[in-house]
């Protein structure tokens, strides 16, 4: 069955980066990270684009909207998941980000 195995490889990936990047923070998984794949270059051409209030911090004013829709892969924490074995699921999509820029250099996703 051609899901069952799509599946457990869209699990393995978000599982694989995740304990590559070792996405625990005070012993508890990570609840979600957001992988985008797209140029470094053109992600810091985003910080080029007009400042907005960044969405986590909305007192901040050093993110920017990105100029197009990038593709990105979030990866969300399953309930009860434990370290030193977080798992996973993947969801990919096509959509605009906001990156917070310090010196015009892309720091952290915002949104």
Known sequence: ???SSSERGNRRYCDVMMRRLWMIHKGKCKQINTF?????????DFCKTPPVSCMNIPSMHNCHDSTHD???????ATPGTRPPHCHYRKMDSTRPIRVGCEQGVPVHLDG
């Open 36 to 44: 985008i794949h797209e140029n470094l270059a053109i992600i810091v």
């Open 70 to 76: 990038v593709r990105v892969t979030d990866c969300f």
């Open 1 to 3: 069955n051609d899901t």
